[in-house]
């Protein structure tokens, strides 16, 4: 990983997990792509997270076969912003599959330039702890990695504690994004960081508890000795709306640094953001529209042009709308709508 990128993520990067944009066809829309690419960044994002959930799983499909050309797509636009912009902007893979799969596209990604792969574990309930832990060597071995604890309701599974303290043993592994949406999970990645032999980053992936977790300071006594980690950055799918408001949240809780006071108000924040984001991801309905909501979300600004995903049986679901319509009527200081209108004006297509 190049030094600045390094930097970057170990200082804690906000950091968007990115939709796909389709037209009404269902087809990459690869202008509009680079406009969204390009909102999030002036909104102030550190990097962004492509080819993870929140871009679709199916764009590894070979009848549809987008994973490479959406990945050159949104790194190109992302150094061309670096160029421009002068400073630098880390660039996350999403890759999944079973070991060859996720070799190969870790090979991709990093022919491609990005700085770390996302390694999902989705779809792998069949593999051992064992087996997975090699898979995770595996890819280190091509980039770094940032591991991934996903939430079982979107495909994700449990994990041992003696997992992750191995995963944690692997050098190339330089950060965990934790979306497990589960305490007891999050501090099992916690600990096994504390006591890893090396530096990794802590970022959160629970969208449900964002607030509450960039303010948590985790500590672990062992012989003596006390551990202490803190969450650095978050990787999040809820970022990818209302994007500039959370940025200034993010930054605003990262200056708080280590005091020991918390505003009152922070903490009340972060229950309405959390109500936000059970509209957003569907909670009511087992999360099953949680990539049409964020969708739903950026067509309401005019970031996309309608909820289309890839697969056709994918939308909104029961009461979802109406739920959004509440959150954005109960939290207006929570939106960015502001911006985005000033945006559009100038990228209007």
Avoid at 104 to 133: C, F, N, T
Avoid at 307 to 336: F, H, K
Avoid at 338 to 349: D, I, K
């Amino acid at each position: 990983m190049k030094k600045d990128a390094y930097e970057l993520l170990m200082r804690g990067a906000f950091l968007p997990a990115m939709p796909l944009v389709l037209d009404e066809d269902r087809r990459f829309d690869e202008a509009k792509q680079r406009r969204l690419i390009r909102y999030y960044l002036e909104s102030g994002a550190d990097g962004l997270a492509v080819g993870v959930h929140t871009t679709q799983f199916a764009i590894r499909d070979p009848k549809i076969a987008l994973f490479e050309p959406v990945l050159k797509v949104s790194i190109d636009e992302m150094r061309a912003y670096s160029a421009e912009c002068g400073r630098p902007v880390l660039a996350v893979a999403g890759v999944c599959g079973e070991e060859e799969q996720a070799v190969g596209e870790a090979e991709i990604a990093r022919k491609l330039g990005y700085d770390i792969a996302l390694l999902s574990p989705g779809g792998l309930k069949h593999l051992s702890e064992d087996q997975m832990v090699q898979r995770t060597h595996a890819v280190s071995g091509i980039m770094d990695v940032m591991g991934f604890y996903l939430q079982i309701a979107v495909g994700g599974r449990a994990f041992s504690y003696d997992y992750w303290r191995r995963v944690c043993e692997i050098e190339g592994v330089k950060a965990i994004k934790c979306a497990a949406f589960d305490r007891y999970r999050t501090v099992d990645v916690a600990r096994a960081i504390a006591f890893a032999d090396h530096e990794i980053a802590l970022y959160t992936g629970n969208d449900d508890n964002i607030v509450n977790d960039l303010l948590t300071r985790y500590s672990f006594e062992r012989g003596g000795e006390t551990k202490t980690v803190r969450t650095r950055g978050g990787l999040l799918g809820h970022w990818c709306a209302w994007t500039s408001e959370a940025v200034k949240l993010f930054k605003r809780i990262k200056a708080l640094g280590e005091t020991e006071a918390v505003p009152q108000s922070l903490l009340t924040l972060a229950v309405k953001i959390t109500d936000v984001n059970g509209a957003f991801f569907d909670a009511h309905n087992g999360f099953g529209g949680c990539i049409a909501g964020m969708h739903e979300v950026l067509r309401r600004q005019g970031l996309m042009d309608g909820v289309w995903c890839l697969d056709p049986g994918e939308s909104l679901g029961e009461g979802q709308a109406e739920e959004i319509t509440r959150v954005y009527e109960m939290y207006p200081e929570l939106n960015d709508d502001a911006f985005v209108e000033a945006f559009l004006r100038r990228y209007p297509s």
